[in-house]
């Protein structure tokens, strides 16, 4: 089945420092890629949406400053928190979309970030 | 965004036994998934549902798409301790969108 990688699976860092998430689609090209924040016990709540060679769509109240989304490739997107407090601690999951064969998104398996 | 409401929140249940959990909408949806997350890791696929009134079964699993297309059941038949985990459904309005959560239903199998 198709195939989702997450990059890096946990980060720690300091407040203030800006983290990149990798999402890949190892063996699809993914034309949408969406991407989620999950706290503690909590649902997925999606952030935004990336097109590939298009800017990202993002949720109403999702900094676009502070979550930046690239997704230059059909196969690769990325998301940069920028300037990271500890409030942006969090589970990040990416999930990836073939638009032309209306199958499922598939997830990856998440980036536990933890913002000292 | 926009979150669809799980029912129940979580249960409890003996090894052996039948599950019923269901998610209800607002807003009509065109798709409805079923997605089981365990800790620590990204969601799992269970069922996809494409039309109104689809019944569809994988293994011990079956979910339907409710007529109205606000709403959608899943049904876990002889639970075993791996089921364990917290079930999500999602829903799409149309080809390309967004993808919308549930609340979860966090189910706890007693062996």
């Known amino acids: 089945g198709a195939v989702v990688s997450q990059h890096p699976s946990w980060v720690i860092c300091k407040s203030g420092t800006s983290v990149k998430i990798e999402c890949r689609s190892l063996?699809?090209?993914?034309?949408?890629m969406f991407w989620y924040r999950q706290f503690p016990k909590q649902s997925l709540m999606l952030m935004a949406t990336s097109n590939e060679g298009s800017k990202a769509t993002y949720e109403q109240g999702v900094e676009k400053d502070k979550f930046l989304i690239n997704h230059a490739s059909l196969t690769l997107s990325t998301l940069t928190v920028t300037s990271a407090h500890p409030e942006d601690s969090s589970f990040y999951i990416c999930?990836?979309?073939?638009?032309?064969?209306?199958?499922?998104?598939?997830f990856g398996d998440g980036t536990r970030l933890s913002i000292l | 965004g926009q979150q669809l409401n799980q029912s129940p929140q979580s249960m409890f249940i003996q090894e052996g036994e039948d599950v019923s959990m269901n998610c209800t909408s607002s807003?009509?949806?065109?798709?409805w998934l079923w997605y089981k997350q365990d800790p620590g890791e990204g969601p799992v696929l269970l069922i996809a549902?494409?039309?109104?009134?689809e019944l569809t079964s994988n293994g011990r699993l079956t979910a339907q798409f409710g007529i109205t297309r606000k709403d959608s059941f899943l049904n876990i038949s002889a639970s075993i301790p791996s089921d364990v985990g917290i079930y999500f459904c999602?829903?799409?309005?149309?080809?390309?969108?967004?993808?919308?959560f549930g609340t979860g239903t966090s189910l706890t199998v007693i062996p």
């Open positions: 807003s009509i949806f065109n798709t």
């Open positions: 063996d699809f090209q993914a034309t949408t």
């Open positions: 999930s990836a979309y073939d638009v032309g064969k209306n199958q499922p998104q598939h």
């Open positions: 549902l494409y039309k109104a009134g």
């Open positions: 999602a829903g799409q309005r149309n080809t390309g969108n967004q993808f919308y």
